[in-house]
């Protein structure tokens, strides 16, 4: 009996310690408004879980959540991306940023024309602005990718 | 072209590729326009349509070579050195600088009143340099009227009228690039029309910029190069061994 509670109370702490991990993982990939849902060398997607705010404020708040790691200047369009998870573009390429989120409250925030990325069986098109112009609304998907241009 | 001139276009071309440079990482902020406008007056057309085509093609040098900018730069800056060199030989008539601001100003009241389909999250800034762009319009249309009848009132004329001018052309040159730039790659009419709208948001700081950096710096720097161009001028019709007299 004692042998069987011991086992027990074993089983219920390696169970709750994975749980823990599962759950502090979960916390590292997501900030207020964004979820980190992958990342690759050179690319990271992003969905937003919540309408409001730029996608430069959602990287800044992945980045203080721990999710990523990039750096940038502030350019004539904005946020200029020079390295995303250590990774920094070759030469002849940059940081291409490719969105679900097309038209939207009477502007245009992608076009396919420019490029196509294709991920998760959806095809993604080419921003119109860059991280500080693109708006994080519900569900929308972005995609930061090193391309060659 | 004697040697002086050729030298003195390659040492602005090297100014205006310094000055791109330096000033590259300030959002808005560009002195090519002022400069090449001044050098264009003093030295003349010639001069003006060889520095802007070495401009043009030595600066890829340092930004990459992208057939649809070369191609842009070519034929604005060509365009750019032309008239402001013939400027500087020619007196403006007296309706083209009211009529200028007219069209800048009625156009910058239609898109501020009507707005701007460009992100939400940049709307606000451009109906504010919409609204700027149209005060400094009617500024300088006032200060075009004000000074027409005093009594320098020929140099003033001609600062409101280059200054009209330069805001103008810069304006032209981001039309431009929304007319080059979709030909070239063979984008679709959406695509060109979103290009048109995300071009204000550098279009409105430089235009601005383009008539601040005019008005405050046109006669300090027309004065430095026509001192060199008429110290050019003199040396060049000295006589062989000896030099001109000052």
Redesign the interface.
Known sequence: MKKANRLSAAFFAVAALFAAVALAACAQKSAEGVSLKESGEHYVVIEATATGG?LADGLAALQEAGALEYTG?????GLFLESVNGYVPAEGEAFMIYTTLGE??????S?A??GTYEYGGKTLACA??GA????LVEDALYVIVAQPY | MSARKIAACAVMVALLIAVQYALGFVSGVELVTVFLLCFCYAFGAGCGMLVATAFSLLRCLIWGFQPAVIVLYLIYYNLFALLFGLAGKKTFPVWLCPALLILLAGACGYFAGTGVPVSALYRGRVAGMLWALFAVSAALFVFYFSVLFAKRGKSGRTLATVTALAAFCTVCFTLLDDAIAPLFYGWTADAAIAYFYAGFLAMLPQTLCAAASVFLLFFPLVRVFSAAAGRIECENAAPRGKSPEK
């Open positions: 730029s200047t502030a350019g004539q369009y939207y409250g009477g502007a245009v925030y076009n024309s420019w119109a602005y500080d112009g693109l708006p």
